[in-house]
T-cell receptor
Framework: TQLLEQSPQFLSIQEGENLTVYCNSS?????LQWYRQEPGEGPVLLVT?????EVKKLKRLTFQFGDARKDSSLHITAAQPGDTGLYLC??????????FGAGTRLFVKA | NAGVTQTPKFQVLKTGQSMTLQCAQD?????MSWYRQDPGMGLRLIHY???????DQGEVPNGYNVSRSTTEDFPLRLLSAAPSQTSVYFC???????????????FGAGTRLSVL
């Protein structure tokens, strides 16, 4: 069974702090995605990484795909209250199916 | 442009009752799917469809039925609700569910279901 394990499960920080969340697996994936989910809403795609070692930046968010394509990280610089939400990693496993990690719930205090 | 619309937003059922969760999309996507989201377990795939008339099971299909008579609609039916089906249900669509940058899923806002 292919699994995506995310850590930490919960993170509460002050505005302006930096943070990194992780998505790990024992399986190799051809690509990996990060979604953000706000309370009462469905997940929204932030980024897809497709090449081992790839780094993508989205304003203050930096996403990295591990060299072996088994893991990924999301780094947020100078977090803001608007970054509060549930961050989910996801991977396509074939057969029209995508698996999701359990998520990291981030709370940024003003 | 509504995207993916789920109804109802909230529902409370008694054990044994049946109901249908509605999902409608106006994005002309062939692929539609249903997930349930439970604390600490992420999103788990219930059923999916790659086009009208075609459905298949996901990871947790037991207790749920689906049908796909049109491209736009993909209802999820609970035949006899159980407390274990208390969850938040999300419908999602995609143009091309496959590996890589084209695998973008668009989610509805969810249906929060409680089974007493």
């Amino acid at each position: 069974t292919q699994l995506l394990e995310q850590s930490p499960q919960f993170l509460s920080i002050q505005e302006g702090e930096n943070l990194t969340v992780y998505c790990n697996s024992s399986s190799v994936f051809s690509s990996l995605q990060w979604y953000r989910q706000e309370p009462g809403e469905g997940p929204v795609l932030l980024v897809t990484v497709v090449t081992g070692g790839e780094v993508k930046k989205l304003k203050r968010l930096t996403f990295q795909f591990g060299d072996a394509r088994k893991d990924s990280s999301l780094h947020i610089t100078a977090a803001q209250p608007g970054d509060t939400g549930l961050y989910l990693c996801a991977a396509y496993t074939g057969g029209f199916k995508t698996i999701f990690g359990a998520g990291t719930r981030l709370f940024v205090k003003a | 442009n509504a995207g993916v619309t789920q109804t109802p937003k909230f529902q409370v059922l008694k054990t044994g009752q049946s109901m249908t969760l509605q999902c409608a999309q106006d994005m002309n996507h062939e692929y539609m799917s249903w997930y349930r989201q439970d604390p600490g377990m992420g999103l788990r795939l219930i059923h999916y469809s790659v086009g009208a008339g075609i459905t298949d099971q996901g990871e947790v299909p037991n207790g749920y039925n689906v049908s796909r008579s049109t491209t736009e609609d993909f209802p999820l039916r609970l035949l006899s609700a159980a407390p274990s089906q208390t969850s938040v249900y999300f419908c999602a669509t995609a143009r091309a569910p496959k590996a890589g940058a084209e695998n973008i899923q668009y989610f509805g806002a969810g249906t929060r279901l409680s089974v007493l």
